[in-house]
């Protein structure tokens, strides 16, 4: 499975960004996807993920209620809405792929079996 993010930028504390992340290769509608970021002189931490179904998400308490994680599979994409931006949230952001079944422990471990290249998403204050 290849992935490719994009939809970062630069944003003013309170405000939207939509992130996307486009798959291709093998059975990506039966794929977990994920979100994760790393921001400079920290580790990579999970965010969000969505089972294949869409019909279970899971988000970090640091995003809860602020970021929103989707997907369609018809067009092979996964979506991650983030609202209400903290410069807290300054990032590169990662979309990830897992074909094993969902397992929301494991992804906050960064635990998952594809990884895309990053985007940057900076939050000013």
């Known amino acids: 499975v290849q992935l490719q993010a994009s939809g970062g930028g630069l944003v003013q504390a309170g405000g939207s960004l939509r992130l996307s992340c486009a798959a291709s290769?093998?059975?990506?509608?039966?794929?977990?996807m994920g979100w994760f970021r790393q921001a400079p002189g920290k580790e990579r931490e999970f965010v969000a993920a969505?089972?294949?179904?869409?019909?279970?998400?899971s988000y970090a308490d640091s995003v809860k209620g602020r970021f929103t994680i989707s997907r369609d599979n018809a067009k092979n994409m996964v979506y991650l809405q983030m609202n209400s931006l903290k410069p807290e949230d300054t990032a590169v952001y990662y979309c990830a792929a897992d074909p094993r079944p969902y397992d929301s422990s494991t992804y906050q471990r960064n635990s998952m079996y594809y990884w895309g290249k990053g985007t940057q998403v900076t939050v000013s204050s």
């Open positions: 290769g093998r059975t990506y509608s039966r794929y977990a």
């Open positions: 969505i089972s294949w179904s869409g019909d279970i998400t």
